[in-house]
Each structure stands twice: as structure tokens, then as C-alpha cells.
């Protein structure tokens, strides 16, 4: 049987939302497909410091940061942050507009101070809200935005209470970034992340699978939000969490059980990957 390759986002599908812990059943699933010869990958949006507590659990590489950091292996294969006239003025539109940002690094978070109160006022079952809750109030890593050193900055993730907020960072970014808005929106909030059109899970997917030489058709995606469309309409094969987005189970060829309902290790096995 041919090398498979599989790709799986973290939150919301790899483990509970916030968590760096997967199910016994998921890890069970990856060693039994990586024993048959099939490489396992993470497609995240989470740098790689938020992302560096799954490490040990033996990927064969990563797609971080939405796809603007790609690695196979210990070797990185595309790395594009923002230029620092971009970064300059994503930060400037979005403050003036009242939007709360958290900038990501390739290996620090840094957030505007009032976002841990905003937060506490958001309700509803969104995957994102919940890693960012849980990652303030359990201390992982995100500083204060006063301690940004400037150092090189790939995605900038947004939240506000209205869509119109948004309205003239859409028009001065939308050349150079998409919004990728999610659509489980929480009580008074909308969050999404605003990324470089030069990449994206899909195009990261693409650039490992040209790097191993495998083609596309034997790959699968996993994922449950709409920053993994991208992803879903990517790989040969596409799988969404029952916990997911209903606007990407639409897009997806299979729909599994919840994170929490063994999802993956079932999907898995209905695949063939085990």
C-alpha cells in the first residue's frame, strides 16, 4: 500500500479545545498508522511554542501558523512572516478600531492587556474562544503586548463585538491578508485570524507533499473550524469532527465522532489508516 499522509489540526480535533493532551485513543491511532509506514503531520494555527507541548508525541513535521511556518522533519521548508510595514499597519487599523488582537510570533503570543476581560463576557461553542480563554487563564505564554520585542510576526488573531469594526482593516489589508472569520459565533463576539494570502494549510499541505513526493490523493485532513477550509478542500481525503463547524461538515467527504468520542481513532480505522 502507498505512503499516507495525514494532517491533523489541534484544537477541536487532536484535543479538547485549550488542551495539549490527546484521548489514549488518538495516540493509539498514530502509532498504529505510523507502524504501517504512514507519516502523521500537525496543521495548525498555533506557532510552534503554543503547539511545542505535542512535540513529543512524534509527528514527522508540521503545518504552523495557518501555513506560514512548514516543516518536515527537523528541517523548515517555507517560513513567511509579515514585513514590518505590514505588521505596522495591521497594528494600527485594528487598535484604532477597537478590535483586540493577539500577534503570534513563531515562538511568542503577545496580546492586548484587556483581552482577558473581554473574554470573560463571551459565550458559545467555539473552539478558538476556548484555546484563547484557556490559554490566558492557564499562563501559556501569551504576554502582555507591551513586552513585544518586534520581532518577526505572521498571523494576527482578532476579536470584536461588531462585524463593522473590521470594515476598514478589510479595506486597507484585504489585498495582502484574508480574514478568516469564524462562523460559530460566541455571545457578543466575533473572532477569526487575518492571514497572508501567500499561504495557508492547503498550500502547506501541497508543500510537504512535493517535499516527500507523495501525491495528494493519498492525504487526509482532519479538522473541525473554518481556519481548516483550506485544509478540507486540499487533501485527497477530508474529515471533519462531529464537535465542527456544520458549514464544514458540508465541505468535508467523511464526518467522524467528537474529539471526545474516541473521533479519531473510529475514523481511522474506517479509513484504512490502522
Not at 210 to 218: H, S
Request: net charge negative; charged share 30%.
Amino acid at each position: 500500500m502507498s505512503q499516507k499522509l495525514i494532517f491533523l489540526d489541534i484544537d477541536g480535533t487532536l484535543t479538547e479545545p485549550g488542551s495539549n493532551v490527546p484521548p489514549d485513543s488518538a495516540l493509539e491511532a498514530m502509532k498504529k498508522t505510523k507502524e504501517k509506514g504512514n507519516k502523521v503531520f500537525l496543521c495548525t494555527g498555533r506557532n510552534v511554542g503554543m503547539l511545542s507541548p505535542l512535540l513529543k508525541y512524534d509527528f514527522d513535521g508540521m503545518v504552523a501558523l495557518g501555513g506560514g511556518y512548514v516543516m518536515v522533519g527537523d528541517e523548515v521548508i517555507f517560513d513567511c512572516p509579515m514585513d514590518n510595514a505590514q505588521r505596522d499597519l495591521a497594528m494600527d487599523v485594528l487598535k484604532r478600531n477597537g478590535v483586540f488582537r493577539t500577534i503570534e510570533a513563531r515562538d511568542a503570543t503577545y496580546g492586548d492587556e484587556s483581552l482577558g476581560d473581554f473574554l470573560k463576557d463571551a459565550e458559545g461553542g467555539n473552539s478558538e474562544i476556548e484555546r484563547w480563554r484557556k490559554a490566558l487563564a492557564e499562563g501559556l505564554g501569551i504576554r502582555p503586548m507591551s513586552e513585544y520585542d518586534g520581532r518577526p510576526i505572521y498571523k494576527v488573531v482578532i476579536m470584536c463585538t461588531k462585524s463593522e469594526q473590521l470594515d476598514e482593516a478589510k479595506e486597507v489589508l484585504g489585498k495582502d491578508f484574508a480574514f478568516m472569520i469564524q462562523d460559530v459565533a460566541a455571545h457578543n463576539c466575533l473572532n477569526g485570524d487575518i492571514v497572508n494570502r501567500k499561504f495557508d494549510k492547503g498550500q502547506g499541505i501541497r508543500l510537504i507533499c512535493d517535499k516527500l513526493g507523495v501525491p495528494i490523493e493519498d492525504t487526509y485532513g482532519f479538522g473541525d473550524s473554518m481556519n481548516d477550509k483550506e485544509m478540507i478542500e486540499t487533501v485527497g481525503t477530508s474529515v471533519v469532527m462531529a464537535n465542527g463547524s456544520e458549514t464544514l461538515k458540508k465541505m468535508a467527504d467523511v464526518v467522524c465522532p467528537s474529539v471526545t468520542e474516541d473521533g479519531l481513532y473510529k475514523a481511522f480505522a474506517d479509513l484504512g489508516l490502522i
